[in-house]
């Protein structure tokens, strides 16, 4: 089975860092993007959703309100990581993606008031220093957007945290394929009255578009299925640290499908946050270790 796992986790990663390089592919507003990437999801979860349509009854409605809110922060976070990919490189942009477990502690602080030790904090601040390396890079760049790019990809990443510490943390009695189902639902809808809002066109895309539109929906829901699969074998974890393959996936194919170029600095401070979080994830595992 040990096998198997490492295959599986090949695959996922693979799958998932297809996703930057098809929002670079695309001409769609990133909203739009981010609509149809939670409306065809919601269509591939309908089945499993079905199977498990009586734990509907079980929502009460503090509940819906916070799937509501969840699903608002989904919302944002891919309408500015799509947005980020469009103005800087795929490079930057997935690298500081990866710093979601630290904000997600820094945001346990200050919410819940969880302690951390020196180790933890140690981790963090190798990992701002790459994220300061990869920006300070970005400031060579010949076009300055990319500097608004990475700050957008920073937001994302706040607000996938908000996702999740908002709606993991209190919906509890669901699976979580009905709980993937109401936050991928509310996040399109709040996308789709936001490009109704603004006058982005909701319908009218070439077979290129839709053909996007519909691997976008389908490669990171096929690594994140997988990811539920192997939670059964294998701890948060290790599963956390396979997901840092991303940034290296998807740079590699920007290289090697969109000729994006790679800086010293980029590739030093990339090295540094990926060695901070890594570190971060085993000192937290280490901690729920002593306390199961």
């Not at 920006?135 to 990475?150: A, E, L, P, Q, R």
């Not at 389908?218 to 701890?235: E, Q, S």
């Amino acid at each position: 089975m040990k096998k198997s796992v490492g295959i599986l986790l090949l695959i996922s990663v693979i799958a998932i860092s297809f996703a930057a390089i098809f929002v670079k592919w695309s001409d769609a507003p990133s909203t739009i993007l981010s609509m149809y990437r939670m409306y065809l999801a919601c269509v591939l979860l309908l089945p499993m959703v079905y199977i498990n349509r009586n734990q509907f009854l079980k929502l009460s409605k503090k509940d819906w309100l916070l799937l509501f809110i969840a699903g608002v922060f989904l919302a944002l976070h891919f309408a500015l990581w799509f947005g980020s990919l469009k103005l800087t490189t795929v490079a930057s942009s997935t690298i500081i993606l990866c710093l979601q477990p630290i904000i997600a502690l820094l945001g346990g602080f200050l919410i819940y008031k969880e302690r951390t030790n020196f180790s933890t904090i140690l981790a963090i601040g190798i990992s701002i220093i790459g994220v300061v390396m990869v920006g300070w890079g970005d400031f060579g760049h010949s076009n300055k957007s990319v500097i608004i790019g990475d700050i957008l990809s920073f937001l994302s990443v706040i607000a996938i945290v908000g996702y999740l510490l908002i709606g993991q943390n209190n919906v509890k009695r669901i699976s979580h394929w009905v709980y993937s189902f109401c936050v991928f639902l509310f996040a399109a809808i709040s996308l789709n009255i936001y490009n109704l809002v603004l006058g982005f066109p909701i319908i009218g895309y070439d077979s290129k578009e839709w053909g996007i539109f519909i691997l976008l929906a389908i490669f990171p829901t096929i690594a994140h299925v997988i990811y539920n699969f192997l939670l059964n074998y294998v701890n948060t974890t290790t599963i956390s640290m396979s997901i840092l393959g991303e940034p290296i996936g998807a740079t590699i194919l920007a290289v090697i499908l969109l000729g994006e170029p790679i800086v010293t600095l980029q590739i030093v401070g990339g090295f540094f946050v990926l060695i901070g979080v890594f570190l971060f994830l085993i000192q937290q595992n280490k901690i729920n270790s002593k306390k199961s």
